[in-house]
């Protein structure tokens, strides 16, 4: 029922009401009046009338804005739960859309290790299943301890590490007690590699990715060695970053690149949301 109807049923309802509270009075003023023909009973009947006129508006106006709240409120917890299920669901798309990315990278890391003989390929195997268990293990959460995150972007750089060796530098300047916040899973995997697929490594020109906080926000930032052969970018990953950080905390991601640093600002996420 849209709202014209519904104040026709209403109109209607008090129309009702106050001809049938008429008609009783009338009924009751015609009693009195054959029974006791010498009393004046007009203004008592005008008086009552008024008042059960009065009455009636103000019960049905109660009754209507019970029913108005009620439909409310149900819209109001329905939209709620659509938008819950509608997060859940992209936050469980995104989440999907990571592990395929790295496991086929890692495996291409793997891959050229072997072929060059590096006798650091068995250890490669060992940081790999532990990477995967971690992943598997965290795929379902929406956080995780930033100091986690970082235990585990330090396996994975040391698979990187192990094809460029001195040409990728990590400098993690993020203090002990900062590394209490939260931080979606994987952002800094993403990020790390996206440094890696979008610059030139050399051990000559070394890649340094820094990490480390200001203000309130942990910075993501490296040199820009740019490759010769341009890259197409589909930004994916990034676009994952700022699809989980707006979804999750409904705050945004500040990228500032440049001719010499591409440097990304990720918000503070605290487990206490009243900080």
């Known amino acids: ?5 519904e104040f026709l049923s209403l109109s209607i309802r008090i129309i009702f009401s106050i001809l049938a509270g008429g008609f009783g009075m009338s009924l009751a003023y015609g009693v009195v009046v054959y029974i006791f023909p010498d009393y004046n009973a007009t203004v008592m009947f005008w008086v009552f009338q008024f008042r059960g006129l009065l009455l009636n508006i103000v019960i049905l106006t109660i009754i209507y804005s019970f029913i108005q709240f009620n439909k409310a409120r149900k819209f109001e917890l329905e939209a709620e739960r659509l938008r819950s299920e509608n997060l859940g669901a992209q936050l469980s ?7 395929p990315h790295f496991f086929f990278n890692s495996l291409n890391i793997l891959k050229s290790m072997i072929e060059l003989k590096n006798p650091q390929a068995p250890e490669l195997v060992m940081k790999l299943s532990e990477f995967y268990r971690f992943t598997l293990q965290h795929q379902k959460e929406d956080y995780v301890l930033l100091e986690k995150e970082l235990e585990i972007m330090q396996l994975y750089a040391y698979m990187l590490n192990a094809r460029f060796e001195e040409g990728l530098q990590i400098k993690n300047s993020i203090p002990e007690m900062a590394c209490k916040v939260l931080i979606p899973p994987f ?31 942990l910075v993501v930032r490296n040199n820009v060695i740019k490759k010769r052969q341009t890259i197409i970018s589909t ?12 979804l999750l905390t409904n705050k945004t991601i500040d990228v500032i690149a440049s001719s010499d640093h591409f440097t990304i600002k990720l918000p503070l996420i605290y ?4 900080h």
């Open 235 to 246: 930004q994916t990953g990034l676009y994952n970053i700022k699809k989980r950080y707006m």
């Open 1 to 5: 029922m849209n709202k014209g109807e």
């Open 93 to 99: 798309y995104l989440k999907e859309q990571l592990n």
């Open 271 to 274: 487990e206490n949301t009243n």
């Open 187 to 217: 952002t800094l995997q993403i990020l790390l590699e996206n440094c890696i697929k979008h610059n030139t490594i050399t051990q000559n020109e070394p890649v340094i990715f820094e990490l480390y906080i200001e203000n309130e926000f």
